[in-house]
């Protein structure tokens, strides 16, 4: 099988072109959609560096070429329908012109509006983050995490001891929901303590994604 011939199962459209989709290979979440035509792919594909066609310019680029927020493709997959790629990559800066971590910046809320604000993000756990985070900087009246985070290091870490016995001993001699409920409080309280220590979650997915390879 040759380097190449995977692209043939490649669907491009009338313009030669090709959706690309770019997910973060540690946390899952979605970048940026961009487009590529068959040069780009192949070049993606050798290179290991994020490939893309620009339709206002009509031109190849490769992305960080100008910013140097480049992306460093770990996989490349195809969808059923050969007709959308999706690239993970691990991003180096904001994925998107604008400064922004990803290129979804606007929500749409239930009443039609729109708000610009930074995404979360689409793990739980970096979702469940950047709220502590919020809880942090806001540090809205009677929040526990407030109260947490007050206590400073050294509480938070013991309290972070207290969690993990607790999940041992549900894991030992109790149920299923048990479990999953000292679990729960488990992460919460690891996550309240990387806060308070200024480690970002990121941190944590970069080198659970360098232990995995």
Known sequence: MSETSW???????ADGLVPVVAQESSSGDVLMLAFANREALERTAATGQAHYYSRSRAALWRKGQSSGH???????RIDCDGDTILYRVDQTGPACHTGTRTCFSTAVQSDGRTTS???????LLTRLAATIAARAAERPVDSYTVKLLDRGVPKISQKVGEEAIETVVAANVEGPERLASEAADLLFHLLVLLEARGVPLDAVWKELTRRSR
């Open 7 to 13: 692209l043939e199962a490649v669907r491009f459209g």
């Open 70 to 76: 480049e992306q460093a493709v770990r996989e490349i």
């Open 117 to 123: 604000s930074e995404d979360p993000g689409a793990h």
